[in-house]
């Protein structure tokens, strides 16, 4: 599904070059919940925006559900963002002049797809989300928690062959960010393919397989933090 | 106020202070010179035609049916009714008059003939109660003898032996001389300069005359034409009244005539109106134009530092919680508008001077002064404080409390 | 897919009503000045005689040289009697004419009714045709007239209505100045502007329409002065005689050529004509002829008022002001949504989507500008009447071409001045959202 080989990335500013990415591999299968988790700075955030092609990248190969996306030009990256891939920010990220069911149809609005196609789609990603009631409020009347389950009702309105979340409970307390969290597994349960950028080990622990990056590099400490981590999630529940 | 940082502030956002700047400069550019033709057009509006207007009425007259050698006595008669007239101070025949924009001209000479330099000069039929019934000031010499009056056909040649000049013209021909009693020539006679006038204006207001729009000469001659101007003096009051009853008197003596309805009798104070149209005309339009524009640029800059405030609460709060005081925000705010103004009037005065060099070509006027554009300068740059003042008190009132916030 | 940037368009620009509400007003008030002016200009700068003014001409020929010290090199705008006369009897174009103004008092039938007076030309029956004056009744004389020195006269629908009630008054007679004249045509109301036919008496604008025609000969045999300008250079002999054969100018000659072939051939003809008078030693200078056409003779004497075009340029910087102006609120307005426009992006927008929402918002700015200009525009050009003389302001008017030039150049400026702002916008980077965490 997405697979990555000796893949970097640099920053060159007038001084310094900065390697964000150096020889990374990633390989996440079909169906797969992958954490990608790593220290503040190490490349996470970097990893993202590549896998979510918000960003090009400088050298190796990035394989997108068997596509060699490197050599797209912007109008065909953005129409695979629109069709294939589900963003999840961290800051939700939603449009503050629409309201609720207005932000869940911006991506299909890309999509040019019929009005009842749009509404039913829209419906069903509120419905799965638990905010078909919301139709009318704006992104300011809603609690957090309700704000990233219309952000991630948007990212599934367009049935996306893969789902992006960025510390997607980052800004969320405890209790709204287990609910998020209860309804990315749902998600996963039902066949979708989810990466999601992490720096928090009780967090990623939920995921099927972990992927660590140090300074741009992915460290195969694989077996360890997943121990860790099903300690943690026992204790908790 | 520090201003390298303020420099650097502003390298972030390059495209507006640009924008700031050039919407400066073309305003600084087109007020100065639209100023420019408002002070030239009031000065022309406000010069004087040496006449006493308030007090003046002209009537134009066409006797129907009649030879123009047949005209003498009916002007005579004329005359005699209007000066007759209950109100009327006096009144006389002419072809023209000041503030009319139509009339005679000839080069004036000391030589005769077509021999010597010729200085321009307007020419107004006149007798011996023109210089009282205009309200002229003699300053020299004497007016005309009853007797010097006498008719002029019109296809004669003009040479009469006495001629009352202004003091312009009088100055140009006879430069610091006595002009009284020296010989010109309209032709090739000889015409003696028996008096001079403090101010007489030519007919036309603006353009081709406007190099010598004093110099006037009164010829004791009486135009026997078709159509000819009556002008009268009125006592105090009564303009009104004999507006209506001098053309009045007029038809009841003699109803072969034509007076228009329209224009046939006139105030000289509608007359200066009508001349000057125009020019007040064009002067409301750029001053309105002059405050629209100001005002846009005025909004425009309270828009986009608006703008800039807003996006930099955080940064404005950060300042606060490191100790900046109210007063410094409010000074970075207007010492940045400062510099962005001092560069779009830089840039402004030489758009100006282009513009004024520009005009000067393509439409024949002055050389813009420096004051115009000091004012301009001083306008714009108080103008861009003002603006500027709403958005940085705002930005002044951003609680310390904001830095701690992710907005 | 419009339909939906329009919407979001509205939304947006009802998010911040003071900024909107300024490029709205910058944009009205800027396309009203260019707008108003320009109706002025098109008024003034108009073909009066579309379809012919490629073969109507206006021989100039110099009959003052540098005499007296004159120092100008163009002849003068006029021609004076003797070469009119001249140019007149040989009639070597299609057609041809010489006119001048003249003021006459028309005395009614009626012992009751007043004189009054009524101006017009006199000129030649090659007039009518040559500036096709369109008749109510009759015609024009017939060229026999001018030979004869007939007393024939064509007048207005308006003075017809005056003297006849507006019947056909062909063939009856009226009493000019103590003259009787039989009625040849009655013309419809006729008052081509500019006044290219007589440019040299009226400037090019004249508010009220010729009322008048009668046979030049016949004027020139009553010595009826002409009511338009009369310029000597040199001494005039006493009486009227003198001052026909004199080099006074004081008349327009006009004729009609078919085509450039005919005007290269008559321009030779002025040029021997002139040399000729050298010859004869009327002339002490080589022939200096011309030979302008309509348009040529319109912008050759800048009829087009001096005030006129000033504010055209003033207005047109004054729009660019407000353009310039209205680029830095779409600017601020546009990159305040950078947050926005990174998650559309992210969402799949292409920069085309992004170009097309922001575009799509400037357009209503500028149809909301242009509607607001149109207004302004329309008050505009009802005080036009303080800047200009009435006779110039009555030509401007507001008609559906002014109107959908007036939209046109709001919603095109509007555009144009959004394109920055939007290429600025579609430049946001979308992984800005999430670097910016």
Known sequence: MLKMTHLSKVYRTEVVETYALRDFNIDVKEGEFVAVTGPSGSGKTTFLTIAGLLETFTGG??????????????????????????????????????????????????????AAERKQRIMDALERVGLASRLK????????????????????????????????????????????????????????????????????????????????????????????????????? | MQIKPILSALRHHKAGTILIAVQIALTLAIVCNALFIIQQRVTQLSRSSGVDEAHLIRIQNQWVGTDDKDIGPLMKADLDTLRRLPGVVDAYATNTTPLSNGG???????????????????????????????????????????????????????????????????????????????????????????????????????????????????????????????????????????????????????????????????????????????????????????????????????????????????????????????????????????????????????????????????????????????GGVIVLLLLGQAAVLAPAMRASRVPPVVATRTV | MLAYYLRLGVRSLR??????????????????????????????????????????????????????????????????????????????????????????????????????????????????PMFEVPFQYGGAWPASDDTQHAPVAVISEKVNQRLFGGGNSVGRSIDIEGHRYRIAGVTRTWNPQPRFFDV????????????????????????????????????????????????????????????????ARYKNYLHAYAAQQQQAGRFDWPPNVRLHNVTEWLADQHVVPQESQVSLFVALGFLVVCLVNTIGLLLAKFMRRAPEIGVRRALGASRGEVYRQFLAEAAMVGVAGGVLGLLLTAGGVLGIGMVFDPDIARLARVDVTLVALTLLVAVFATVIAAFYPTWRAARVQPAWQLKSN
Request: charged share 20%.
């Open chain 1, 61 to 114: 190969e990035y394989m997108l559900d068997g596509v060699d996306v490197s050599g797209l030009n912007d109008n065909a990256r953005s129409k695979i963002r629109n069709e294939k891939i589900g963003f999840i920010f961290q800051a939700f990220n939603l449009i503050p002049d629409l309201n609720v069911f207005d932000n869940v149809e911006v991506p299909l609005r890309y999509r040019g797809m019929k």
């Open chain 1, 137 to 237: 409020h704006y992104p300011a009347e809603l609690s957090g928690g309700q704000q990233q389950r219309v952000a991630i009702a948007r990212a599934l309105a367009g049935s996306p062959r893969l789902l992006l979340a960025d510390e997607p409970t980052g800004n969320l307390d405890t209790q709204m960010a287990r609910g998020v969290m209860e309804l990315l597994e749902d998600i996963h349960r039902e066949g979708a393919t989810i990466v999601m950028v992490t720096h928090d080990p009780e967090l990623a622990a939920r995921a099927q397989r972990n992927v660590h990056i140090i300074d741009g590099q992915e460290v195969d400490i694989a077996e360890e933090p997943r121990f860790q981590a099903e300690q943690a999630a026992s204790s908790h529940g």
């Open chain 3, 200 to 263: 040299n008496n009226t400037g090019g604008f004249a508010p009220d329409p010729p009322e008048i025609w009668i046979p030049f000969t016949r004027a020139v045999d009553l010595q009826i002065p002409t009511w338009g300008n009369n310029n000597c250079n040199g001494n005039v002999s006493p009486g009227w005689k003198g001052w026909l054969y004199s080099e006074c100018v004081w008349l327009s000659y006009w004729v009609e050529l078919p085509d450039a072939a005919a005007a």
């Open chain 2, 104 to 374: 005679w001209s000839t080069g004036m000479s000391l030589k005769p003939g077509s021999k010597g330099e010729r200085t321009m000069t307007a020419i107004y039929f006149a007798d011996n109660h023109t210089l009282n019934t205009l309200g002229l000031k003699l300053v020299a010499g004497r007016n005309f003898h009853a007797s010097e009056v006498a008719p002029h056909m019109p296809h004669d040649t003009l040479q009469p032996p006495q001629v009352i000049v202004t003091k312009a013209l009088a100055d140009k021909l006879f430069p610091g001389g006595q002009a009284v009693g020296k010989s010109v020539y309209l032709g090739d006679k000889p015409s003696i300069i028996v008096g001079v006038v403090a101010r007489l204006q030519v007919p036309w207001v603006g353009g081709w005359a406007s190099n010598w729009e004093g110099q006037s000469t009164l010829v004791p001659r009486q135009l026997m034409m078709g159509g000819a101007n009556f002008v009268v003096r009125v006592k105090d009051g009564q303009l009104g009244k004999i507006e209506r009853a001098a053309p009045a008197a007029l038809l009841a003596s003699d109803r072969m005539r034509v007076i228009a309805d329209d224009h046939g009798v006139m105030t000289f104070t509608q007359m200066r109106q009508d001349v000057y149209k125009r020019d007040r005309g064009m002067a409301i339009l750029m001053g309105v134009i002059c405050l629209v524009l100001l005002g846009i640029t005025a909004a425009g800059i309270v828009g986009l530092t608006s703008f800039w405030v807003g996006q930099r609460r955080k940064q404005i709060g950060v300042r606060r919680a490191l100790g900046a005081t109210r007063h410094d925000i409010l000074s970075y705010f207007l010492t940045e508008n400062l510099l962005i103004g001092v560069t779009g009037v830089v840039m402004g005065v030489l758009l100006a001077m282009g513009m004024n060099q520009w005009l000067m070509q393509a439409f024949e006027m002055q050389r813009i002064s420096w004051l115009w554009v000091a």
């Open chain 3, 15 to 128: 998010r911040n009503p003071m900024l909107t509400l300024l490029m709205v007003l910058a944009i009205g008030f800027g396309v009203a000045a260019s707008m108003t002016t320009y109706a002025v200009f098109r008024a003034v700068s108009g073909n009066p005689i579309p379809d012919k003014s490629a073969k109507l001409f206006k021989p100039q020929i110099d009959n003052w040289g540098h005499a007296n010290g004159r120092t100008s090199d163009d002849p003068p705008d006029a021609m004076d009697y003797t070469d009119a006369m001249a140019l007149m009897k040989t009639g070597k174009a299609t057609r041809q004419t010489v006119s001048y103004p003249v003021g006459l008092s028309v005395i009614p039938a009626n012992p009751k009714a007043k004189p009054f007076n009524v101006t017009g030309y006199a000129t030649y029956a090659d007039f009518f």
